[in-house]
């Protein structure tokens, strides 16, 4: 299956006519445009439009039996509601998905399902259940979805101390070289920053490392994870020995992961910046006191 939603693009056929060309197969053009408008709203972070469109393109995939299309939209609308940071939606979802597929004769596994179910799972601290759907997901020939899905490993590990899961995932990484997308870098650098700390490596080349990490995903307007790797960078500074730093990067972490609604770890990053915690220059102002 192809999925819009981690840039793998779904690609619809347009009828062509004219110049003796022989006419491509007839598309549900509105089935089309439900998808398009849904990507295009995704890209501009409007999230609640996108997912009513994922919906629309969903219903239509029913009415037209259409099993590829069932378990596109699916894949989309799971992953908007878990960025819309709705695990449990996203996992309900994923399930109706499967059943619907299922009904329709697609019985194997669907990686694209697994990685989003296994983000989902993660969210929920359902670590057990999110390492398994994880490493389904890594196994998958989809490349794009064999990354993310070991990077979710590697989060998992690092969480629970699995230092031997955590050095593999860090050595799969390692492995990828050459011209890689940004995304891949990011996480790279992010993998490579954790086994370092995990080790008892150089916190130092760790700090560093995260902060390439949390610089690619400000480009890639991927707040939420650049949160995450700049409270990686915050504990690399700490364990290097500067309070100071470590501080202003617990504060940066916090405000960003805040905005980007994950306020759990924004208030777990604001207690680890203590006292030196900035505060927030664009929150409303206080109604004032009415007076009697």
């Known amino acids: 299956m192809k999925k819009d939603y981690v ?4 690609v619809l056929a347009l009828a062509g006519c004219g110049g003796g060309e022989k006419a491509a197969s ?32 969903g219903e239509r995939a029913i009415a037209r039996d259409d099993v590829t299309a069932i378990g596109d939209s699916g894949y989309n609308l799971a992953t908007v509601e878990l960025d ?15 059943s619907a597929l299922q009904v329709r004769g697609q019985a194997g596994d669907d990686a694209g399902l697994d990685l989003v ?25 989809d490349v794009d979805i064999a ?17 031997a899961t955590l050095a593999s995932v860090a050595a799969y990484f390692a492995t990828l070289t050459g011209k890689v997308p940004a995304g891949w870098s990011a996480d790279a650098r992010e ?14 080349t760790a700090w560093q490392d995260a902060l390439q990490a949390a610089t690619i995903r400000q480009q890639q307007v991927d707040y ?14 700490s364990k290097a020995g500067d309070a100071q730093a470590a501080a202003q990067l617990y504060t940066r972490a916090s405000q960003s992961a805040g905005q980007a609604g994950d306020k759990v770890a924004a208030e777990r990053w604001a207690r680890q910046a203590g006292s ?17």
Do not use: C
């Open 7 to 10: 840039a793998l693009g779904l």
């Open 191 to 204: 993998m490579a920053a954790r086994n370092l700390l995990a080790t008892g490596g150089s916190a130092r």
């Open 84 to 98: 819309e940071n709705r695990p449990q939606d996203a996992l309900a979802t994923i399930t109706a998905t499967r």
């Open 276 to 292: 030196s915690a900035a505060v927030d220059p664009f929150v409303l102002p206080a109604a004032p006191a009415r007076k009697k």
């Open 224 to 237: 939420r994870d650049m949160a995450r790797a700049l409270g990686v960078a915050a504990t690399a500074a």
């Open 26 to 57: 007839p598309t549900d053009s509105t089935l089309s445009q439900d998808m398009e408008t849904a990507r295009d709203a995704v890209s501009l972070e409007r999230l609640s439009v996108a997912e009513q469109q994922y919906r629309a393109a």
């Open 147 to 163: 990354e993310k899905g070991q990077f979710i490993r590697g989060l998992i590990a690092d969480d629970g101390g699995d230092q």
């Open 117 to 141: 179910q296994a983000g989902a799972l993660y969210r929920l601290g359902r670590n057990a259940e999110a390492a398994s759907a994880a490493a389904r997901a890594a196994a998958a020939q």
